[in-house]
């Protein structure tokens, strides 16, 4: 059983990788994807989503990353998997199920479900560009304007040459409303000879095994639910063992936050110092109800020392896990 962390485009960069697989309980890592139009990227382009193609691919974990490409037209998606790989890349992951309204008006993402030739012509060319032993897989949704054709689009991948399949249990035209369909990705899976995994809404330990339960994947990938609970996948991976874990405190989480942000301050220009911070806060006070105390009293400071001032006091009230 694996455990994947999912590829959200503007907030799981590689610090965030950083952070999770060091907490622990991750076996793969997908980068936010490489928008590919008509043009070869240079390494530049792949390495800012990618830096852990200096370290062949892999987190300071020592975790696996695939590095994932967006785009429609098959030569343009060929050529970069290609660099992609010369430039350090392990392995290719495409992606199929970018809902965002930009993306799919650019012929990318989830718009390439209503077409699932299309899809299989994509992976096809990345299959032949890349050499034989550098897996290429895919990820999905259950269709675009409504949950039909995700059988045939499933099928489409495999047979395009996919060694994986990554399947979002809602369509572009649900977004991210609960619930998440895992019996539709059960009939994907049987339907397929390939690995599939299941994903969304995964928030507990009792989603976790709801979604098996329904979709008899054995492998799952964790977006928001792991922001929420950044321990949860070490939890998950305990109780496979027969061990018994109990999730970690407001405490702990707000250390890992105050680490995050004092790994992430010195990227980002100082009037957005906080920004990634708050976003996180939106995720964690779903599970901890301290969070939204803390994210209402950070959220108008902009001022790093300030900002910095704010998570000693709170570290300081917050109860430990001793």
Known sequence: MKIHLAPMEGV???????????????D??????????????????????????????????NTPVKLQLLGGQAPAMAENAHRAIKAGAQSIDLNFGCPAKTVNKSDGGACLLRTPNRLYDIISAVRKAV????????????????????????????EGGASELVVHGRSK????????????????????????VANGEIWSLDDYHRCIAESGCTDIMLGRGL???????????????????????????????????????????????????????????????????????????RAPEAIETIFQQQLALAPTDD
């Not at 995050?260 to 957005?272: A, E, V």
């Open 28 to 61: 793969h890592c997908v980068t936010e994807f490489v928008r590919v139009v008509d043009q070869p990227l240079p390494r530049r382009v792949f390495r800012r989503l990618c830096p852990e193609l200096d370290n062949h691919c892999r987190t300071p974990s």
């Open 131 to 158: 050499p034989k032993e550098i897996p290429v897989s895919a990820k999905i949704r259950l269709g675009f304007d409504n949950r039909t054709g995700y059988v045939e689009c499933a099928h489409a991948c495999q």
């Open 12 to 26: 799981v960069d590689y610090l965030v990788r950083d952070q999770m697989t060091a907490i622990g309980g991750v």
């Open 227 to 301: 922001l929420a609970r950044p321990d949860l996948a070490l939890q998950i991976k305990a109780v496979q063992r027969g061990q018994d874990y109990q999730l970690n405190s407001w405490h702990w989480a707000l250390a890992q936050l105050h680490q995050y942000y004092q790994t992430s301050l010195p990227i980002y220009p100082i009037k957005y110092a906080g920004n990634r911070v708050k976003q996180w806060l939106m995720y964690l006070r779903t599970a901890y109800p301290e969070a939204h105390h803390f994210f209402e009293t950070i959220k108008k400071e």
């Open 173 to 196: 035209a649900d977004g991210y409303r609960p619930p998440a369909y895992w019996d539709c990705i059960g009939e994907i899976r049987q339907a397929l000879t390939i690995n599939v």
